[in-house]
């Protein structure tokens, strides 16, 4: 089968690489770019332990294609933090004790990153529905709820001080 | 400032035992730098992938693999026949069987292993899968246990026919695997011939998965210059599996490396040794490149391990007050196509015969009759230890049965029937002995926490109402620690574990163990440990774990077992080296050791102010001042036997309100209290319980591997296969008391899978509950919508 050449942007850098046409996303991110923060949990998107966020989306990268990331904006959890250190949605999953074994852990941040975007002030329901594709077998869920809830306080925070500033 | 303060202020600096840090393993997860076994890529490394049966129960007539080779990219295809000249076709189970690797002429299981593709990558792979052509004839399946051993039931191990010698019993029938009993047949029938009341409940525990996020899988590398091998797998035994690989390899131990790096769950899935593990191996030996196998969802719910299948019966004989006189359990055990249970070599049922529970029972009796069956092999110890989540279930849903028939509370009844505080330790009749408890303050606790009595006055005013409305409650009693080596052993090598402190110089700390954690938070949870015991502070010390080339050989992590031994092993080498750092203390100071007191991080010379030494300024004198005669160095390394289980218990109450029209249950509230003994990190139990609570509501409520008459699995994706969402998700109400083992050198049991042993009968507690007025008794799992909403339809309440 003949590569298909694609070219996007992968946490702030240009990306360009040869895929097949068939090749997932999930695969071309952990074999071809070895970036292996983003696991493979269920192959049918179903656990979203492979999420990464996709021109300002939350995406499950094991079905998409990744012929469909070309010229898209991609961001994993190795681009969630930058110079600055840690995103408050990875300081609050510490804080709160939101991860355990840490396989969903990943693509469950990526969704919160995105979810606090979305919603950035979100009750207790809201969370549960809005974070309801990613599943987490360790957890019981609530200690991510509060991580989340820590992380939207945070950011807040955050904004408003810039804000201010 | 005074001492006081500062002595308090470094004990809190130390942050050991009993303090909520947060864990030191998050920074590589929260990073996404978390190594797991798929993440390990070598070079020239090639990719495995197998042919599955489409049959429960057929003949292989022949596999052409000409079409499958003939694919640019694959570079071998392995059956039986190749295996065959190696002896590596069969392996032993754990459980005293022998498994296919690849079917040997017939296949047993849907789904079992036929062949396994080795390719450059894992499209082609999976393409190959495809070519390679299988030509079956079918035979006659056997799906329902009860029929196994029916005289005219299809017999399926061919392999073993005439063969009556079983691994634990004579053999009744071709189908039969084992009888096992425990506990005094005659003198516990003679009670049930004369009692007051007697109630027998039929229930089934169904077949279950235990469906870590990440699938099992290895990554092989045999080394044909230097004859080493190194096998990444995801493991929860490492060393076991080590032990298991020279043996069928015949490589020596020390030329094999088994590493289980960071493991996404295992729940008792990653305890096995599994045909995908062997073919890499064997594949990586053959071909001298790395070979990698990964199973996905599907593989991983139809083949790699299943837990519970037990169809079980509660009897219990009792006098008009409801006091229990004897108990009596029945169980039929559905192990597959081959005996693969995951259990101490001598206990084929586990540690069913903790099925006393919490109750002072004056005599018992326990028989289980093991049954091949056309299904995949496991009998793992899904979140529990060996069984311990059946027995629980059975006693629990008996005690309930007795008190709906003596119309008495089901907490009275408990009350009433509870071994008491002043018990312990207590010889249960058959053959434990539960090391501590004060179940009746548990209880008490439980009931004031939620207002009891004001509970059960709103169920009648909403039964007078015709709505649904039930409480659930459960006390249960856990075994775990396994154990012993005087009665737990797995291939021989006794149930020990381990640890190895090494004190740097500058007083930080390196210390391996033989458990390996897979989100228990061991990296943590440990480093407290010693920092208590040495006055360490815990950031100082660094936990490894998994490799078998550098940790200590231990049995690994299940069943409770790595805070009861490994945690165990860790203290008491802890305090061999504070033994060692003691005479170190003494020569320093020149003082005799006896005038010395230990205080938080330092050794102090009795009644005279400042004259100490503390941790750090031993550990350096360790390697250049210590007393004349004495190696330098301050190591230790501890085997810890355990000298009984731990047994961890609980009081549990749900309530839940069902939808009469739908069959929808809502637990609106969940209460859980736990007595794990010593508590290490608060805020890592309470993620457990929370964990293990969600892995209860899952089996309860949903999760089920059921299968058609063909014996065709019918739930193996995460489309049919329930793992609860957020959204189903309960909010989980913990609580605790806190009594200590007495024979365990910190006092903690173990906690992580008491939340799944006793949610599960507390979740059909309260279910069975909501009917319990209109004569229902039990309602077997999965309590999802439909199957409530039968119950209804047959009690016809929306009429």
């Not at chain 2, 084929?348 to 099925?355: F, S, V």
């Not at chain 2, 989100?519 to 006055?535: D, K, R």
């Not at chain 2, 945690?567 to 005799?592: F, P």
């Not at chain 2, 009469?660 to 209460?671: A, D, L, P, W």
């Amino acid at each position: 089968m003949a590569k298909q050449h694609i070219s996007f942007n992968l946490n702030g850098k240009q990306v360009d690489t040869l895929v097949e046409p068939r090749e997932l996303l999930v695969h071309t991110l952990r074999e071809n770019l070895n970036l292996t923060g983003t696991h493979i949990g269920c192959e049918s998107s179903h656990c979203g332990v492979c999420t990464v966020d996709m021109n300002g989306q939350s995406v499950k990268s094991c079905t998409v294609l990744a012929v469909q990331a070309d010229k898209t904006e991609v961001k994993t959890v190795e681009g969630l933090a930058d110079a600055d250190g840690l995103h408050e949605v990875q300081k609050a999953f510490v804080e709160e004790h939101g991860l355990q074994c840490g396989f969903c852990t990943t693509g469950m941040m990526m969704r919160a990153y995105r979810f606090l975007q979305e919603n950035p002030n979100p009750t207790e329901e809201e969370i549960r529905w809005g974070m309801s594709g990613n599943l987490c077998r360790c957890t019981g869920y609530q200690n991510i709820i509060k991580a989340v809830q820590t992380a939207a306080k945070n950011l807040q925070n955050a904004n408003k001080s810039v804000e201010t500033a | 400032m005074s001492e006081a303060t500062t002595k308090q202020e470094r004990e809190a600096a130390l942050e050991g035992m009993g303090c909520s840090k947060k864990r030191k393993e998050d920074a590589r997860f929260i990073q996404g730098t978390g190594r797991y076994t798929d993440d390990i890529k070598l070079p020239g490394m090639l990719y495995a992938d197998m042919v599955r049966s489409p049959y429960a129960h057929a003949r292989i007539k022949s596999i052409n693999k000409d079409e499958a080779l003939a694919l640019p990219g694959v570079i071998a295809v392995l059956t039986a026949e190749d295996l065959k000249p190696l002896s590596l076709h069969w392996m032993p189970t754990l459980a005293g069987d022998v498994q296919a690797v690849l079917a040997d002429e017939k296949v047993h299981f849907q789904y079992q292993e036929v062949a396994v593709v080795i390719a450059e990558d894992r499209y082609i792979a999976a393409d190959a899968v495809d070519l390679v052509q299988v030509e079956y004839e079918e035979l006659p399946p056997l799906v329902d246990a009860h029929k196994a051993m029916d005289p005219d039931a299809p017999i399926l191990r061919e392999d073993l026919v005439g063969k009556m010698e079983g691994a634990h019993s004579v053999r009744k029938h071709d189908n039969h695997i084992f009888n096992w009993q425990a506990g005094d047949k005659d003198a516990t029938d003679r009670v049930f011939d004369h009692a007051d009341v007697v109630v027998s409940q039929d229930m089934y525990y169904h077949r279950v998965h235990p469906c870590p996020l990440e699938t099992c899988g290895s990554v092989a590398s045999f080394d044909k210059v230097n004859g080493h091998l190194t096998v990444y797998l995801t493991s929860q035994a490492p060393h076991v599996v080590r032990t298991v690989v020279s043996m069928l390899s015949g490589i020596p131990e020390s030329k094999v490396r088994i590493v289980s790096p960071d493991i996404g769950g295992g729940f008792g899935n990653k305890v096995g040794i599994y045909p995908g593990y062997v073919c890499a191996i064997v594949a990586s030996i053959v071909l001298g490149v790395p070979v990698k196998w990964v199973e996905d969802r599907m593989e991983n719910l139809s083949t790699t391990a299943f837990a519970r299948d037990y169809h079980m019966t509660g009897e219990i004989a009792a006098d008009s007050n409801g006091i229990i006189k004897a108990l009596r359990v029945n169980v039929l055990a559905d192990h597959g196509a081959f005996d693969a249970c995951a259990d101490p070599s001598k206990f084929p049922a586990g540690l069913m015969h903790i099925c006393t529970g919490s109750y002072d029972v004056p005599v018992a009796h326990v028989n289980v009759d093991g049954v091949y069956t056309n299904k995949a092999p496991g009998g793992v110890a899904y979140r529990c230890s060996f069984r311990v989540t059946e027995a629980v279930y059975v006693i629990e849903r008996t005690m309930d049965v007795l008190a709906q028939k003596l119309n008495i509370d089901k907490a009275e009844i408990r009350r009433r029937n509870f071994v008491k505080a002043e018990q312990f330790p207590y010889d249960t009749c058959l053959g434990w002995q539960l090391d501590s408890g004060d179940y009746h303050t548990a209880l008490d606790k439980v009931l004031d926490a939620v207002d009891y009595p004001a509970l059960r006055k709103e169920q009648e005013e909403k039964r007078a109402k015709g709505e649904l409305m039930g409480i659930g409650l459960v006390t249960f009693t856990e075994i775990v620690g396994a154990g012993p080596s005087r009665n737990c052993d797995i291939l021989g090598v006794g149930m020990f574990d381990s640890a190895e402190i090494r004190v740097h110089p500058t007083g930080s700390v390196m210390a391996r163990m033989g458990t390996i954690t897979q989100g228990q938070g061991h990296q943590t949870t440990y480093a407290q440990i010693i920092a208590s015991e040495l006055g360490i502070t815990s950031d100082e010390i660094s936990i490894e774990e998994g490799d078998t080339d550098t940790a200590p050989y231990g049995l690994g992590t299940y069943g409770s077992r790595s805070t009861p031994v490994g945690g165990a092993a860790t203290a008491v080498a802890a305090r061999k080296i504070q033994a060692k750092a003691r005479k170190i203390a003494a020569h320093l100071l020149e003082v005799s050791e006896d005038d010395l007191d230990w205080e938080v991080d330092r050794f102090k010379v009795k009644g005279v102010p400042g004259q100490e030494k503390t941790m750090k300024e031993i550990a350096w004198a360790a390697y250049n001042n210590v007393p004349e005669g004495m190696e330098p160095g301050l190591e230790a390394v501890d085997y810890y036997d355990p000298p009984n289980f731990t047994y961890p218990y609980g009081v549990y109450l749900c309530v839940v309100d069902i939808d009469k029209h739908t069959g929808e249950t809502h637990v609106r509230r969940f209460y859980a209290l736990d007595d794990c003994g010593t508590r290490i990190n608060p805020m890592i139990i309470d993620g457990q319980i929370h964990g293990g609570l969600n892995e209860g509501f899952a089996v309860a409520m949903g999760q089920e591997l059921p299968f058609d008459k063909q014996g065709n699995l019918l739930g193996n994706t995460l489309m049919d296969y329930f793992v609860p969402t957020f959204v189903e998700t309960p909010h989980w109400e913990t609580d605790y008391t806190v009594t200590p083992s007495p024979h365990h050198p910190i006092g903690a049991k173990g906690v992580a899978e008491s939340p799944h042993v006793g949610s599960i009968p507390c979740f059909t507690s309260a279910v069975v509950d909501a009917f319990s007025h209109l004569g229902i008794t039990h309602m077997d799992m999965p309590h999802n919508a439909y199957r409530v909403w039968q119950q209804i339809q047959e009690l016809e309440l929306t009429e």
